[in-house]
């Protein structure tokens, strides 16, 4: 494969070269642990493969209880495209459990909904209301989230744990310009936020989320604890 040579959805490309700035090619790429790539000979950089994907992507404010349930992904060749949150306000109830189900929408580049699925508590029936459905505009995708964790409050408190998540669009089709629009949220402000983000030509294509299990009557539940993105790679004419 020679330097130069993009791959643009051809068939039968296995990997692209990919650079930081335009015109996108005969660059190394900076890379993280998760990063699946390609290498070539001595004469080329580094290529990455046309359907790679970087799991998990994580913010730096992690949940304190549950366990993950399985990843949900966007059928292949589609990505994230809009949300609708699940959410028990902290000043509703004795025991608010805070964000309780994310509902994921999926899209193909050509606008053609792909597959959506709720994730969240599957053990008891949270107390809450669904928002809003948040989505991105024509021809972007989710590319990042901030998310806020109430810290551990102790047995004299009522702990809601995630209680809210923003997600930002992209501000271009093929994620290399950064950031643009950003969706709602829950609007909860109490405690800071804090970001994960998909890296340069990749775009939210799953997500697994951590949930606490149901503590009874009598216990202090809460419901979704983190989020972890799945990241896929995204090759598109601007």
């Known amino acids: 494969m020679e330097c130069a040579i993009l791959c643009h959805n051809t068939v039968g490309c296995q990997s692209f070269n ?11 790429l900076t890379l993280t642990t998760y990063d699946t790539v390609v290498t070539g000979s001595n004469s080329f950089n580094q290529y990455i493969k046309t359907t790679a994907m ?10 304190h209880w549950g366990t993950w349930h399985p990843w949900f992904y966007c059928s ?7 949300v609708r949150i699940k959410y028990d306000d902290y000043y509703s109830s004795p025991d608010a459990v805070g964000v309780t189900h994310l509902e994921v929408f999926c899209k ?41 964790v109430t810290p551990a409050l102790g047995t004299a408190s009522d702990d809601d744990a ?3 998540l923003v997600f930002h669009c992209s501000s271009d089709l093929n994620g290399r310009s950064g950031l643009g629009t950003s969706l709602l949220g829950t609007g909860d402000t109490r405690y800071p936020l804090s970001l994960g ?13 951590m949930v606490e299990a149901y503590q009874g009557t009598n216990g202090d539940n809460t419901g ?14 601007e």
Not at 76 to 82: F, L, Q
């Open 54 to 63: 970087i799991v998990p992507v994580k913010t730096s404010s992690p949940g």
């Open 162 to 164: 995630l209680n809210n």
């Open 197 to 209: 983000e998909c890296p340069f030509s990749f775009m939210a294509c799953g997500l697994s989320l």
């Open 224 to 237: 979704v604890n983190d989020v972890n993105l799945a990241c896929c790679f995204i090759d598109l004419f």
């Open 18 to 28: 990919l650079g930081t700035a335009s015109p996108y090619q005969c660059q190394l």
């Open 76 to 82: 292949p060749g589609s990505y994230m495209h809009a």
């Open 108 to 148: 193909y580049p050509d606008g053609t909904a792909a597959n959506n699925a709720v994730n969240g508590v599957i053990d008891f029936t949270p107390t809450g209301s669904w928002l809003t459905y948040q989505g991105c505009p024509s021809g972007t995708w989710i590319k990042a989230w901030e998310q806020s």
